[in-house]
């Protein structure tokens, strides 16, 4: 299952970055972003109600530039494969009945495609709207109360996002984005430290700057 997925995103990712007639006329760049991520509060197995701290996401993409006619060389639809990371440390979860400091983490790699429609309109902000699907390794690191791990595991599962954004178009190849994303990973089954399993639900709030190059 895990290859399997692996395989049909790289085959995409190819699909996408390989030359034709149509990406002929697309311009081609790469980005790089960065922001906060929120992880949602989770109630599953182990971690009845846990709580999360604020963390970060990182990440870098490579796409093609559709329709470029306006006046910075942009069009309104674009491509892109995308890598992101994620990472958010333990808050605390309930133990028998009563809130306890917990440490470890929970971490998101993913390999994502995602496309984008851009409001094009007089001005050097344009507003947009995405969205992407991929696969995400989720990874349950050490999470562990009084000093015993109760978790320590990692799944692969589908994965998509959706978000909105501002797209400041500082000259023909620079832009700079401020945008919003909603990332979802399908329900993952872990097993704890005593093999029970329990299905984790991954879901984060993310804000963030990006800074795109086009060729």
Do not use: C, W
């Amino acid at each position: 299952m895990r290859f399997s997925l692996f395989s049909v995103l790289v085959v995409l990712v190819a699909g996408l970055l390989l030359p034709s007639v149509v990406l002929a006329e697309a311009r081609p760049y790469i980005s790089l972003l960065g922001g906060y991520t929120f992880l949602q509060d989770e109630d599953a197995g182990f971690l009845e109600d846990a709580d999360f701290d604020d963390g970060f996401v990182a990440g870098g993409a490579v796409g093609y530039d559709f329709d470029t006619g306006n006046e910075y060389g942009y069009g309104n639809t674009r491509l892109e494969a995308e890598v992101s990371f994620r990472k958010n440390n333990f808050d605390s979860v309930k133990f028998l009945n009563a809130k306890v400091t917990t440490d470890g983490q929970v971490t998101s790699q993913a390999l994502m495609a995602n496309a984008y429609y851009i409001i094009e309109n007089p001005s050097f902000v344009q507003p947009f709207f995405m969205f992407g699907i991929g696969a995400a390794r989720v990874d349950i690191h050490k999470a562990r109360i009084f000093g015993v791990n109760f978790i320590d595991d990692d799944e692969i599962n589908f994965a998509y996002q959706g978000g909105a954004g501002l797209a400041f178009q500082l000259s023909r190849s620079l832009e700079l984005d401020l945008g919003y994303r909603f990332f979802r990973v399908a329900n993952i089954d872990f097993e704890d430290a005593v093999d029970n399993e329990f299905s984790f639900a991954y879901k984060s709030h993310n804000v963030y700057l990006g800074l795109l190059y086009a060729f």
